[in-house]
């Protein structure tokens, strides 16, 4: 069984940036291909970025390409997501997740229901 904890999370301007992170326990997290996704009020939960289970492949949502970077270390077992820029359209909250439906190290899921584990989430407010 994996456990995701997220951290990081809080209130910014726009303009602003956050460091949210993942934190992975009970399987090494190198098992897994990683991906945040975000969910509005109102909204559904939607891809934000993913990164394969080598860390060779990442894949963005296009609204935060440029913007976002996901990177992981699987000897720390964790998996962060530095966002720079924020746009009061990024608030949400974020959840973390892991994918173990794939053996490829570079494949990078997208879709909610190619993940195995999900994380309790974090909240991220902008303020405009």
């Known amino acids: 069984q994996v456990e995701l904890v997220e951290s990081g999370g809080g209130l910014v301007q726009a303009g602003g940036s956050l460091r949210v992170s993942c934190a992975c326990s009970?399987?090494?997290?190198?098992?897994?291909?990683m991906g945040w996704f975000r969910q509005a009020p109102t909204k559904e939960r939607e891809f934000v970025a993913a990164i394969s289970r080598s860390g060779g492949s990442v894949s963005y949502t296009d609204s935060v390409k440029d913007r976002f970077t996901i990177s992981r270390d699987n000897a720390e077992n964790t998996v962060s997501l530095q966002m720079n820029n924020l746009k009061p359209e990024d608030a949400a909250v974020y959840y973390c997740?892991?994918?173990?439906?794939?053996?490829?190290?570079?494949?990078?899921?997208?879709?909610?229901?190619?993940?195995?584990?999900w994380g309790q989430g974090t909240q991220v407010t902008v303020s405009s």
């Open positions: 009970g399987r090494t997290l190198g098992r897994y291909a």
């Open positions: 997740a892991a994918s173990s439906q794939y053996f490829s190290t570079t494949y990078v899921p997208q879709r909610t229901n190619e993940y195995n584990y």
